[in-house]
Nanobody, 127 residues
Framework: QVQLVESGGGLVQAGGSLRLACAASGRTFTTYYIGWFRQAPGKEREFVAIIRRSGGSTYYADSVKGRFTISGDNAKNTVYLQMNNLKPEDTAVYYC????????????????????WGQGTQVTVSS
């Protein structure tokens, strides 16, 4: 199993920045990707970004492209999500998730393809 713990959420004004962290433990060598999703009240879970553990390739949802950056530190088994120019519509609980097998690009946003999830961290952006 893989355990994931998110941190770094909080309250920030529009235009501000936050950096989320996702610390992985357990059988991390089985991890192929780490992804970030978010879920706002009354809305479906939404894909945000993903990083491939080997090689570090990344992919973003259009809604965050150019504002968010995902990065990884394999030595620390930690993935980061740097969020800049935050908007009120970014308000949500942010979750990281791991996937243990290869996925084509068009499956990145399918939360059912991910095996393990963290407990989430709240991000609130005030206008």
């Amino acid at each position: 199993q893989v355990q994931l713990v998110e941190s770094g959420g909080g309250l920030v004004q529009a235009g501000g920045s936050l950096r989320l962290a996702c610390a992985a433990s357990g059988r991390t060598f089985t991890t192929y990707y780490i992804g970030w999703f978010r879920q706002a009240p009354g809305k479906e879970r939404e894909f945000v970004a993903i990083i491939r553990r080997s090689g570090g390739s990344t992919y973003y949802a259009d809604s965050v492209k150019g504002r968010f950056t995902i990065s990884g530190d394999n030595a620390k088994n930690t993935v980061y999500l740097q969020m800049n120019n935050l908007k009120p519509e970014d308000t949500a609980v942010y979750y990281c998730a791991s996937a243990g097998s290869f996925m084509p690009t068009w499956e990145y946003d399918s939360w059912r393809k991910y095996d393990y999830w963290g407990q989430g961290t709240q991000v609130t952006v005030s206008s």
